[in-house]
């Protein structure tokens, strides 16, 4: 008898593709990056046009932060992006896995990006 459910396999994170989502953005403003996150469902629609709330939500980036999301196109591995924070920051990065796998889950669990399994290019 074939199993219905099967367990899939977890993938390993240094292979996996991050990837920003489409309503997301990176801006600079005065030498300072921002990620923008635009406020898109119904409630915060009506917050915005009543309440005369803003737009969209602007999160201040750190230099590795920034670093980061900028390398979020689908076509860096994670284990890419460590490479190059360890050439660009060196020391100042450390520890570069832990802190790079906090942020993109952090990153994940808003659904900020998206981790895919092979490249993929952003549709902008």
Same mark, same amino acid.
């Given at each position: 008898m074939k199993r219905i459910f099967q367990r899939q396999k977890p993938a390993n *994170? *240094? +292979? *996996?593709y991050p990837c920003l989502k489409t309503p997301y953005s990176i801006s600079e403003h005065d030498d300072i990056a921002y990620l923008i996150i635009p406020r898109i469902t119904p409630i915060e629609r009506l917050a915005i046009r009543w309440f005369h709330q803003p737009k969209a939500h602007w999160l201040k980036l750190d230099e590795l932060g920034r670093f980061v999301l900028t390398c979020c196109d689908g076509t860096q591995s994670v284990s890419d992006i460590q490479k190059q924070?360890?050439? +660009?920051f060196g020391a100042e990065a450390e520890p570069t896995l832990p802190r790079l796998v906090k942020f993109l889950q952090i990153l994940d669990a808003h659904h900020i990006i998206s981790m895919s399994v092979q490249k993929s290019f952003r549709s902008s």
């Amino acid at each position: 008898m074939k199993r219905i459910f099967q367990r899939q396999k977890p993938a390993n *994170l *240094l +292979t *996996l593709y991050p990837c920003l989502k489409t309503p997301y953005s990176i801006s600079e403003h005065d030498d300072i990056a921002y990620l923008i996150i635009p406020r898109i469902t119904p409630i915060e629609r009506l917050a915005i046009r009543w309440f005369h709330q803003p737009k969209a939500h602007w999160l201040k980036l750190d230099e590795l932060g920034r670093f980061v999301l900028t390398c979020c196109d689908g076509t860096q591995s994670v284990s890419d992006i460590q490479k190059q924070l360890i050439q +660009t920051f060196g020391a100042e990065a450390e520890p570069t896995l832990p802190r790079l796998v906090k942020f993109l889950q952090i990153l994940d669990a808003h659904h900020i990006i998206s981790m895919s399994v092979q490249k993929s290019f952003r549709s902008s």
